[in-house]
């Protein structure tokens, strides 16, 4: 019996609250498009969004990227998901996996790649070619550059939603099957294992697609010069002084979600029904996939290599393969200082109110014997950050009040909410129902037997997704920036700022991006390990009942 | 008196047994004994807590009152599951100590050291309950029931992972509390050799 991602029967008054929370938006953009502000009619904000030059360059360009960034990273996660199902510590990959920082990533693949950058100084006396030439990213048509950045950040997240659903599966009655049909480990995993983990999977997958349509980052790291996506044009209207041009913006949008609902219906239909009336020539994808994985690799570290080249390099005459390099380049750091403090500030009240709101949502549903995460949860992450954070601006002039500190606090806990609760959900529903039987003949009020069971029990899940809450307020762009009123700086903002300025700030700026979700992690499981280094039975995942 | 007249569990509208019916005075020990999946497991659930798709037919009465629909026989009972259900992050002491949360007074170090020495693990309060073997944890978890003197002891074959010497020393402290305290006392075994010797009754559930 399939166990599929999320739940799909009535919601409670929770659910409907956050269906509500994920509605006003969209009402708020309504509003916007219908004129509120503009003073004007709709079919004018229509006709002013026709009017704007290669728009539907721009979309069917975005359509590509997201597409192939799409077929790619499914084609990488399932190569390797099939070499980590044997992962011990799930919930740990997981967690690092959804939370790796794509835009500081695209930072250190731009300062590789671009003209001058390290990988291609390198590549250039390989090949023997000019240093001062720029082949690769400039006018980039077909988004090569978006579709590499996005494939890291997409690869990763497909992988850490694979690997919980396939360890659903009853992988070792497959092996066996396979083993006697005459199918390698890898040839099992492709035939039987991951056709059926895509099934469960389309609520991610769409996830994915719309990550890659309306992502706004990684295309303006890239630069200007590059042909811009959708996200990037709508944004640009939405941000514009004037009325109806924002009026265009919205109606852009509306019309982008309709299109996204639309697509939806399809992925649903085509994933979920697919089934395949022959087997496929499995090892020829393998191959395939094997050479992309090496790739993707290779990006990787090529980004990470970069950043770190470049935080220290103090001259590097463009015909020389390293650069002169000194601490003293590190000097830039006091201006990011500011920028620091409001990315922790921001990320640890993301952070502790997400958890809190976690802890008492998943408290509530299994107290109503709730099993599974409502698609509610999901529907946050399809609904693209760019409506969502203009309609929740929009509410908030509606309410008198204007974009800060809170409003960035609210929008990022909006984000970082279902990512945590999707982390959570399962060892919150899979726990032991005796164990709530006995702590009610015990008396313990509610309050309590989360405070002094449940919290210390899962810890180590909190911490995991509490760095994860944290990483993720890191890397938001959009909602930073409108719903603080491009007045709140924090190192994501600073990063796009400082992307298309001075190397060396860049890259620290990237590096500084990168290493503060990693250092949340790091502090975060060692103060939990530290914590409970007495107990046995709180090491790894900390699930067993009895031995 | 504890009354069972006419009890039985119905599953997403299946009826799990014949209905049961008995009465037992304090001191008494109800012995329910029958195949594997007739339901037994779930009959002691079903009296501590509602369970989605799991309805409880019947009337059942403690000294006169009825039991309640929603909160059932929570306040008055306890419990030992099939598995010891410790919680990893406290010790075997504080693991005993939760079961007494409701019970005002200082002297809930002394009875759980009194118990852990019945029990035959006396000093290991202070131990991580991970450290100890299988038939500990069972025993700790019995500790844990026994604890707060309870009018209703409820037992889900609380010695299938014991030794057979062990086993004879942990069905008589269970028994003996039972009748010293005057409360009641609803077994669920496979085994006959695990209920209580004397007068006691035992119902062949079909």
Known sequence: MERALFWEGSVNWIERFFVLILILPVIGLLDEAYGRYSGVSWIQGLTRLWSEPALIESLILSVWVASVSLVISLFIARAISAKTLQVNDSQLWRSVLLAIPHSALAIGLLLALSAGGVGWRWISVIFELPLDQQYLFPRDPWGIGMIVSLVIKESAFLIAIAIPITKRLPLRSYQVIARQAGLTQIQCHHQLIWPQAIRLMWPAIFVVFVFGLTNLEVSLILGPDQPQLIGVRLFQLLTDPDALNRQAGALGLLIMLVGLAVVSGVFHRSVRARVKDRLSDAMAFTHGATVLRWALIAAFWLSIVSLLMWSVTMRWSVFEPLPHVSLNALTSLKTLASPFWVSLSIGLATGVIAIVLAVCILEYLVSKGQKRLHWVWWAFLWLPALPMASGLLAWIYFFGGSPGLWPVVLGHTLIALPYVMIVMSDSWFDRDRRHDMFLKQAGLPVGRRILLIWVPRHSRLLVLAFALAFAVSCALYTQTILLGGGRVETLMTELMVTVSGERRLAALTGLANLLLPLIAFALALWVNRLSWSHRAGMQGEGYADFR | ?206
Do not use: W
């Open chain 2, 1 to 206: 008196m504890l009354i069972f007249d006419e009890v039985a569990v119905e599953r997403s509208g299946q009826r799990l047994f014949q209905p049961v019916s008995f009465t037992l005075e304090p001191g008494e020990i109800m012995t329910l004994q029958g195949e594997s999946g007739l339901g037994k497991s779930t009959l002691l659930h079903a009296l501590i807590a509602q369970e989605p798709g799991v309805e409880i037919s019947g009337q059942i009465t403690l000294d006169g009152s009825p039991m309640d629909p929603v909160t059932r026989l929570s306040a008055e009972s306890q419990t030992v599951f099939q598995e010891p259900l410790l919680f990893p992050h406290l010790s075997v002491g504080a693991n005993i100590e939760l079961s007494m949360y409701r019970l005002p007074g200082a002297s809930h170090r002394v009875r759980v050291n009194q118990l852990l020495n019945d029990l035959g693990l006396g000093g290991m309060a202070a131990q991580d309950p991970f450290q100890l073997s299988r038939g500990q944890m069972m025993r700790v978890a019995v500790a844990r029931a026994l604890a707060p003197h309870h009018r209703i002891l409820l037992l889900d074959e609380p010695l299938s992972a014991l030794d057979s010497e062990t086993r004879e020393q942990v069905k008589h402290r269970i028994f003996e509390q039972i009748r010293e305290d005057g409360a009641y006392g609803i077994l669920v075994t496979h085994h006959p050799e695990d209920r209580p010797q004397g007068g006691d009754m035992v119902c062949l559930m079909r």
